[in-house]
C-alpha cells in the first residue's frame, strides 16, 4: 500500500501521528506531517510505501484526519 500527503494542507493536527507514530512523525523542519524516512518513497517525505503490519493504524490516520489530506493507494 502506498501513501501520499498533501502535506501543504496539513494543520498540524497531530492526529495522524497520535494514531501511528511509528509511520508519521511532525517534521521539525516546517511542523507539517511527514512520513518518517524509514518508509519513504525516493525520500520523498510526502510519499510512503506502507508495511503490511503498519497498514491499519495507517488506514485509521487517514480517516482521521480532519483535512482528509491523507490519500491512500492500496
Ligand atoms: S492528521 Fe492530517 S492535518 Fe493532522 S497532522 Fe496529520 S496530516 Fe496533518
Known sequence: MRVKIE?????????CW???PDFFEEDP???????IEQY??????AEG???ADLEDCVRE???E??????HLDE
Open 49 to 51: 510505501e506502507v508495511p
Open 7 to 15: 502535506r501543504e494542507e496539513c494543520i498540524s493536527c497531530g492526529t
Open 18 to 20: 497520535s494514531t501511528c
Open 29 to 35: 523542519e516546517d511542523g507539517y506531517c511527514s512520513i
Open 40 to 45: 519513504r518513497v525516493g525520500g520523498d517525505p
Open 65 to 70: 484526519c480532519p483535512v482528509e489530506i491523507i
Open 61 to 63: 490516520a487517514a480517516e
